[in-house]
C-alpha cells in the first residue's frame, strides 16, 4: 500500500513507522490517522512482525493535531463525526509499540506517543499539551493518559498552561521510559524493538495486555489476571523452551515469533 502522510519500513521482525508531513511539523491530520491507522493494523496482522516503532522527524515527533484541519469544525460535525474517536482503534493493536521521540511532541503529537507501549526521547525532545491556548483542551487522551502516566499535579499544570516538558524533566516524571542522543534515537528504538521482537510473540502480548489492565481494573482484580495469563503460560512450547535453554545455558529459541 502507498502512503502520502507517512513512510513504511520493515527491519527484520520490526516494522518502523515515520510521520511525514515535514511541512507541518507533522500535524495529525485525517489521512494521516487514517494511513497511520491502516499501518499499525498490517503490521499487527503480520506474523512476521513482533515490534513496531513510531516516530517522527528530528525537528518534530508531531505538533499535535492539524489546527487548520479543525479551525473551521462546528460542534455538530465534530460530534457527529466523532473526530477523534478512530483512535481508539490502537488500543486493538496487540503487538507492542514503542514511540520514540525526538523534537516536539505537543498536543495530539504527545497523546499520540502516550497511546504507544511505552516512549523513548531523544534529548531534544519536548512534551506539552498547549491546546488551552488554542482555547480547546486535549481530546485524544492527554488529560486522561498524562494524568495516569506523570501524576495529578503536573498534569494539570501542563494542560492547564500548556508549558512544555523538556526530555529531562519528562523522564523524572515517567512519562518516557529513558532518553538517548538525538542522532541514535532510531537506531536505538529499533535496537530494543529488536529485543522485543525477539521474545515469545504470546509472551509479549500477555505482557503488554496484562500491564495495559493495570490502567483498567483494582490491583485485586489485575493481580488475579495477571496470575492467570501466567498460569496460561505452561500452555506454550515457548515457556517449555525459554525455561530449558536457562537451565541447559543457551540461549532461547522460540518458536512463536
Ligand atoms: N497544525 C497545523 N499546522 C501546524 C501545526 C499544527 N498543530 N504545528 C505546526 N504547523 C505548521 C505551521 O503552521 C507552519 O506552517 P506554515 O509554514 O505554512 O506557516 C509549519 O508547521 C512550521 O511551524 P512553525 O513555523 O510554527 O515552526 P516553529 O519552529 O516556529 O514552531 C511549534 C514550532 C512551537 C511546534 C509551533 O509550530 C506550534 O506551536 N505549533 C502548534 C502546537 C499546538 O498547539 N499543538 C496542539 C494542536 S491541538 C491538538 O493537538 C488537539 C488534539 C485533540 C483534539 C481532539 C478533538 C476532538
Redesign the pocket.
Known amino acids: 500500500m502507498t502512503y502520502q502522510t507517512i513512510l513504511v519500513e520493515t527491519h527484520e521482525r520490526v516494522g518502523l513507522i515515520r510521520l511525514n508531513r515535514p511541512?507541518?511539523?507533522n500535524?495529525?491530520n485525517r489521512q494521516l490517522t487514517e494511513e497511520l491507522l491502516s499501518a499499525l493494523d498490517g503490521f499487527d496482522k503480520d506474523a512476521g512482525i513482533g515490534c513496531i516503532v513510531i516516530t517522527g522527524s528530528e525537528?518534530?515527533f508531531a505538533?499535535?493535531?492539524?489546527?487548520?484541519e479543525?479551525q473551521a469544525q462546528e460542534f455538530a460535525t465534530?460530534y457527529a463525526g466523532d473526530?477523534?474517536g478512530n483512535w481508539e482503534r490502537m488500543a486493538a493493536v496487540r503487538t507492542p509499540v514503542i514511540a520514540a521521540v525526538s523534537g516536539?511532541a505537543?498536543?495530539?503529537?504527545c497523546?499520540l506517543a502516550m497511546m504507544c507501549d511505552f516512549i523513548l526521547a531523544a534529548d531534544t525532545a519536548k512534551f506539552g499539551q498547549?491546546?488551552i491556548?488554542?482555547g480547546?483542551m486535549?481530546?485524544?487522551g492527554?488529560s486522561q493518559r498524562l494524568t495516569k502516566l506523570v501524576g495529578r499535579s503536573k498534569a494539570m499544570e501542563m494542560c492547564l498552561t500548556g508549558r512544555m516538558m523538556d526530555a529531562q524533566e519528562a523522564e523524572r516524571a515517567g512519562l518516557v521510559s529513558r532518553i538517548v542522543p538525538a542522532t541514535e534515537l532510531v537506531d536505538e528504538a529499533l535496537k530494543t524493538a529488536a529485543t522485543i521482537a525477539a521474545m515469545s510473540l504470546p509472551a509479549a502480548m500477555m505482557v503488554k495486555e496484562a500491564v495495559n489492565r493495570a490502567d483498567q481494573v483494582p490491583l485485586s482484580e489485575g493481580l488475579r489476571f495477571e496470575r492467570r495469563l501466567f498460569h496460561s503460560m505452561f500452555a506454550l512450547e515457548d515457556q517449555k523452551e525459554g525455561m530449558a535453554a536457562f537451565v541447559e545455558k543457551r540461549k532461547a529459541d522460540f518458536k512463536h515469533r
Not at 63 to 68: L, P
Request: aromatic residues 10%; proline residues 6%; without cysteine.
Open positions: 511541512q507541518a511539523l500535524a495529525i525537528k518534530a505538533a499535535g493535531a492539524d489546527i487548520k479543525m465534530m473526530w477523534f516536539f505537543l498536543g495530539g503529537g497523546e498547549p491546546e491556548k488554542l480547546v486535549p481530546g485524544m492527554g
